[in-house]
């Protein structure tokens, strides 16, 4: 695969493994800590799409044909892009814990920070059901 990548770029393209990692399980944990904010986010996302798009239209008809299709699709991608402030803190907390306790911890702790933000989230979805 990375051959791949170098035939494409003219410049080569380093990634780092670990700091993917890192970034990853910390965007998961704050994600699973933060679920009712990521929903926000989704719901504020899939609203600014269904806006954005209803402007694309000129007939009232073709639009309400459409409708059902469109929100889904629009709640799909409002779910994917959801996940990107997620991603752009946890790439800060990963910088700030390779930063303070050096390179071996990132994926230690942000392994830990998910567990916990798991655990967290079990707990709060348990206490709205009981």
Do not use: H
């Amino acid at each position: 695969m990375f051959s791949l990548l170098s035939d494409l770029f003219p410049f080569r393209l380093s990634i780092d493994t670990t700091t993917v990692a890192g970034t990853t399980l910390w965007s998961l944990a704050l994600y699973l800590g933060f679920f009712p904010v990521g929903e926000w986010v989704a719901d504020r996302l899939m609203q600014w799409f269904n806006f954005a798009e209803r402007s694309l239209y000129t007939s009232e008809k073709e639009f309400d044909r459409t409708r059902r299709g469109r929100e889904a699709q629009n709640a799909f991608y409002a779910s994917l892009f959801s996940i990107v402030p997620f991603l752009l803190v946890g790439g800060l907390f990963e910088y700030g814990v390779e930063i303070g306790l050096g390179r071996s911890w990132a994926v230690s702790i942000g392994t830990i920070a998910c567990i916990s933000g798991g655990v967290y989230e079990l707990g709060r979805r348990d206490g709205m059901m009981g």
